[in-house]
């Protein structure tokens, strides 16, 4: 069969495949459009397993806020270039279209969903033909909205990194407002990088880790003073010095960092209930819940 280039452009249109690779795999498909459209998939996943084990440290975290929820997703790349890309960049806005119109849980949901009658796993290894780079979506997290709550939304540099926060509050308040204090505990998450909410969720191994450190500190410090150290003292130090760095690593025990508003030094969870809620009339105002996406992380 005659290989036309309107024929090509077809399959240009279809897939955002360039001219040669579309004319290379129609005369492979002897003209069969639907053939050739397979083909340029596979070689999509081709490309996909052969740069598989190429760091993808590179590409942005998107936020989708909705009426009912707020998520967030990491579209990777190997090279800072292609992040701006055009077909990346529509890529993305695929896939905020899905989370923004469908019930989508996972990265897989997202993968499978269909946006404008396309597929975006096979919207992707168009992507992956055409760039020839390890681009995947590598992380989604959805936190769902509840009554008497509001979601605070930050992007810092562009997508390298992504926060959402949630608030919940007592009583009644001007939204923009909420919004706004809920913004600055983004902020907050975004810069001193928090690996939990409370206490209470940081997990069982961070805590024996920071204690084998701490113990090993003391340790040192014992020989190198020649002074041994009461187990029940060891115990105490231990406790404080894992104290101190939980402060460091939950988010409500954190220091707010807006010095401005917060002379007083308070901790973000004191900051929000003793000024911002007083501030507002509400009975009571804290953080319940929130996800920190870091590109390549």
Do not use: W
């Not at 760039?131 to 390298?160: A, C, L, P």
């Not at 975004?190 to 209470?200: E, M, Q, R, S, T």
């Not at 204690?211 to 187990?231: D, F, S, V, Y």
Request: proline share 2%.
């Amino acid at each position: 069969m005659q290989i036309t280039a309107s024929l090509v452009n077809e399959l240009r249109q279809k897939t955002g495949v360039g001219m040669m690779q579309c004319k290379k795999a129609l005369v492979e498909t002897d003209g069969d459009m639907d053939k050739a459209i397979e083909l340029l998939r596979k070689q999509g996943a081709a490309v996909a397993a052969k740069r598989a084990d190429k760091a993808a440290k590179e590409g942005r975290v998107y936020l989708v806020e909705t009426a009912n929820a707020a998520a967030a997703f990491e579209l990777s790349c190997e090279t800072e270039p292609v992040s701006n890309n055009d077909d990346f960049v529509a890529l993305a806005n695929m896939a905020v279209k899905a989370v923004e119109t469908q019930a989508i849980s996972s990265v897989e949901d997202l993968k499978n969903a269909v946006v404008d009658g396309v597929k975006i796993a096979d919207r992707l290894a168009d992507v992956l033909v055409k760039i020839q780079e390890n681009i995947d979506f590598r992380k989604f997290g959805e936190i769902k909205k509840t009554d008497n709550s509001v979601f605070g939304v930050y992007s810092h540099m562009k997508g390298k990194i992504g926060v959402i926060t949630q608030l919940a509050f007592e009583g009644s308040a001007d939204e923009a407002a909420l919004k706004q204090a809920a913004k600055d505990i983004a902020m907050q998450a975004a810069a001193f990088a928090p690996v939990a909410l409370n206490d209470a969720s940081v997990p069982a191994e961070t805590i024996e880790k920071e204690r084998e450190i701490a113990r090993a500190q003391i340790e040192l410090q014992a020989q190198q003073t020649g002074k041994a150290t009461k187990p029940e003292f060891v115990e105490r130090q231990l406790d404080g010095r894992v104290a101190k760095v939980l402060k460091e690593i939950v988010l409500e025990d954190q220091e707010f960092f807006m010095s401005e508003k917060n002379p007083k030094k308070l901790s973000v969870k004191d900051y929000l209930q003793q000024v911002v809620a007083k501030d507002l009339g509400l009975t009571s105002l804290k953080v319940v819940n929130f996800i920190r996406f870091e590109r390549g992380n």
